[in-house]
């Protein structure tokens, strides 16, 4: 079993940054990807961005250059870096983590981008 808690969401300006955390507790040996992922209101759940076990990032072309992924060096903790924010980011943030055949998900933090 893997607990994953996010943290870090908030209300904002257009323009602003936040950070958010997210921690992965438990079995966290056999976790492969480490991802974020998004909800706004009325529309799909969305990928924003994915760090694999080797390192690799990715990120969706609509917040490339405006989101960075990341983690610590225990590998038990990724962040998503959001700056230059617009209201269409506005959702409830997700994080996930993919650990033995199995994706765990987090609770959600709510990101609100306006003025």
């Known amino acids: 079993q893997v607990q994953v808690v996010e943290s870090g969401g908030g209300l904002v300006q257009p323009g602003g940054s936040l950070r958010l955390s997210c921690a992965a507790s438990?079995?966290?040996?056999?976790?492969?990807?480490m991802a974020w992922h998004r909800q706004a209101p009325g529309k799909q759940r969305e990928l924003v961005a994915t760090?694999?076990?080797?390192?690799?990032?990715n990120v969706v072309d609509s917040v490339k250059g405006r989101f960075t992924i990341s983690r610590d060096n225990a590998k038990s903790t990724v962040f998503l870096q959001m700056n230059s924010l617009k209201p269409e980011d506005t959702a409830v943030y997700y994080c996930t983590v993919f650990s033995a055949g199995r994706n765990y998900w987090g609770q959600g933090t709510q990101v609100t981008v306006s003025s």
């Open positions: 438990g079995s966290i040996s056999s976790v492969s990807v």
């Open positions: 760090l694999t076990n080797s390192g690799r990032t």
